[in-house]
């Protein structure tokens, strides 16, 4: 399960309707991929439809799609919103990480 914080849903919902998505049948896409400083980054998007490959998940009204490869990377993440002057944007608090680089957006396994 991939659970999303109420921060995070707020401004998801915000940016979804700035960029012509609705919350309520549109998707977050979360995924991972090769690559970031510890071998492994997170990805981010939003999506109107899924695919075949894509298992879909849903936090409090919010419909998040992700391909099976990834989901067992994020399973029992948390996705999670920090704004403000010292804030980062979305934050991935992934349990199954080992190890996270200095910015938050890569990690290992």
């Known amino acids: 399960?991939?659970?999303?914080?109420?921060?995070?849903?707020?401004?998801?919902?915000q940016l979804m309707a700035e960029e012509g998505f609705n919350i309520g049948s549109d998707y977050v896409r979360v995924g991972v991929k090769s690559g970031g400083c510890s071998g492994?980054?997170?990805?981010?998007?939003?999506?109107?439809?899924?695919?075949?490959?894509?298992?879909?998940?849903?936090?409090?009204?919010?419909k998040i799609a992700v391909d099976?490869?990834?989901?067992?990377y994020l399973v029992g993440t948390t996705l999670?919103?920090?704004?403000?002057?010292?804030?980062?944007?979305?934050?991935?608090?992934?349990?199954?990480a080992n190890r996270?680089?200095?910015c938050g957006e890569s990690f290992s396994l």
Not at 86 to 92: A, I, L, T
């Open 100 to 102: 996270t680089c200095g």
């Open 1 to 13: 399960m991939i659970k999303v914080s109420e921060t995070a849903k707020t401004k998801i919902a």
């Open 68 to 72: 099976k490869q990834s989901f067992l």
């Open 40 to 62: 492994l980054s997170y990805e981010l998007k939003f999506d109107h439809t899924i695919g075949e490959n894509d298992k879909l998940v849903e936090d409090d009204q919010v």
């Open 80 to 96: 999670e919103y920090s704004g403000g002057l010292n804030g980062k944007g979305f934050v991935f608090n992934n349990p199954n």
